[in-house]
């Protein structure tokens, strides 16, 4: 109970549970598609699907300053390709929650007289972009932690001390017992990483369809969506699996 | 910046300002109304209402969890009154959540066949409840708040007022001979003590700004459940100034934890 209680009681939180449902909702509309007898279950699967986009869209107001904020904030890390994927990431994000509560005003009858498709197209571009440089800083971080890790391999088949007088080796802190440690150290270390990096390919099929460059059928779409869904769920109930710059 | 990012990463702290919005357009709409505004305005106020509203209701799923939990906390609160106006005031605020909930899938389509009324009144009965207790409780704060002061200050009072002759008998009676004047002489000594309690009461809830708050809150919202359940009939306009004031001093809470009545 505690740790549901936590994540309800964060925005974030709250909008992934809304999203997982969301994305179940279109994935159960897929298979039941064809079943007559389910005619009604279809439509107040439309409906909740209907009322959680239109919701979220709601809770999004604002998130342009908090995209803002964290583009500021990353601007000031030290690795120049982390500053400039991180910033730019925050930056398109802002873009897209700006199109996104644009979206919303039209849907709500604030503002009339806007190109619906246009602003749709735009703000799909714009999280495919950030999808894109995301999968790009994961890339980057794989590479970084292999080339650590063949770092300590190179280290490891350096010759071993010359014998003592007693004709023992002298104690090594890298002798080979120590070795799967440090592979171990390095798999622990490459999960936030991991889960990152199945998220975003997850969630990338979701805008590559909306814009026509890559189709898939609805069902594909849902379980992408709740597949990412509750792996944002998962890191945020599990903070240290959670990806950090 | 940094505010409103930590502000707006709380679930509770969105629901309070789409509160304010709610309201706000309430209000909004009242004025319009009152004003000749066109009906195509008009209905874009209702509509963003409408759309606030049910978002709001869709934020709100799962609050029933958050409402018995919180009644499971204050159950071992150690003052039996506060332990059992808060107890009982979370539990009817479950209830609420749960009629809540009802009425967001009666109006999603998941339940067509819902009695979105009578769902309606049930809700607003629970947070009149609620609503009750919570001022039962402040009630409550107040008086031993006012008991403590006063008896901090009863020395004083005792040197400064023991030279006033009473015209009371021993049981507390006028004396049978008393005349019109002396009747008269005796209401100054109790508006002096009615004056004394209301300043009291005014020291106590300047001196307690969370207690204070919580107060007015409650005042202003309670006029929400008796308009929409017909028991005090303000209009919406009334209706909508006290909930966007009450939201306004539900804002203030967040920004300023500080100013949130514990427990």
Avoid at chain 2, 73 to 83: E, F, I, K, Q, T
Wanted: aromatic fraction near 8%; hydrophobic fraction near 40%; charge should be positive.
């Amino acid at each position: 109970m505690d740790s549901y209680m936590k994540l309800v009681n964060q925005s974030q939180g709250r909008d992934r549970v809304f999203r997982a449902t969301q994305y179940a909702c279109a994935f159960l509309r897929h298979l039941l598609r064809n079943n007559a007898a389910r005619r009604e279950l279809l439509k107040n699967l439309r409906n909740v699907e209907a009322s959680m986009s239109s919701g979220r869209k709601l809770f999004r107001l604002g998130n342009t300053v908090n995209s803002i904020s964290a583009a500021k904030q990353t601007m000031h890390l030290s690795d120049p390709i982390l500053q400039m994927c991180l910033t730019s990431i925050h930056l398109i994000r802002a873009v897209y929650f700006i199109c996104d509560n644009i979206l919303w005003a039209q849907s709500v009858g604030v503002l009339h007289s806007i190109d619906k498709e246009r602003w749709s197209r735009t703000a799909s571009r714009c999280y495919l972009v950030s999808l894109v440089l995301s999968l790009v800083q994961d890339m980057y971080a794989i590479s970084q932690i292999t080339s650590w890790a063949g770092q300590k391999m190179e280290h490891q088949r350096k010759p071993l001390p010359p014998k003592g007088k007693a004709g023992e080796a002298v104690c090594c802190p890298l002798s080979r017992n120590v070795l799967p440690s440090h592979l171990h150290e390095g798999l622990k270390s490459n999960i936030p990483i991991i889960l990152d990096v199945l998220k975003n390919i997850c969630d990338l099929f979701i805008p590559l369809d909306r814009l026509g460059i890559y189709k898939i059928n609805p069902g594909m779409l849902g379980l992408c969506g709740v597949l990412s869904s509750f792996m944002g769920i998962f890191t945020l109930l599990q903070p240290k699996l959670k990806m950090k710059p | 910046m940094d505010s409103w990012v930590r502000f707006s990463g709380q679930s509770q702290a969105k629901d309070r300002l789409f509160r304010t919005a709610q309201y706000a357009c309430t209000l909004l709409g009242y004025t319009l109304a009152k004003g000749g505004a066109g009906t195509e305005l008009l209905s874009k106020v209702k509509q963003l209402e409408g759309h606030l509203s049910l978002g709001r209701k869709l934020l709100r799923l799962g609050n029933s969890a958050d409402a018995l939990e919180a009644a499971k906390r204050a159950v071992h609160l150690s003052d039996g009154v506060l332990r059992l106006c808060i107890t009982v005031a979370h539990l009817n605020r479950a209830m609420y959540f749960a009629c809540d909930n009802i009425l967001w899938a009666g109006r999603t389509g998941l339940l067509p066949k819902l009695d979105q009324d009578k769902w309606s009144q049930r809700s607003f009965r629970y947070y009149l409840f609620a609503l009750i207790l919570s001022l039962t409780r402040d009630a409550y704060e107040i008086s031993l708040l006012m008991e403590r002061e006063s008896r901090a200050g009863g020395g004083a009072g005792k040197i400064s007022g023991g030279s006033l002759s009473s015209p009371f008998q021993e049981n507390g009676e006028l004396p049978p001979n008393a005349s019109t004047a002396e009747r008269t002489g005796l209401l100054r000594p109790l508006s002096a003590h009615l004056h004394r309690r209301l300043l009291l009461l005014v020291a106590v809830l300047r001196a307690n700004p969370p207690l204070t708050l919580d107060l007015l809150k409650n005042l202003l919202d309670i006029f929400i459940p008796l308009d929409r359940l017909g028991l005090y009939r303000t209009g919406p306009g009334f209706v909508g100034a006290c909930g966007l004031s009450s939201s306004i001093l539900g804002l203030l809470t967040m920004v300023y934890p500080w100013l949130k009545l514990k427990p």
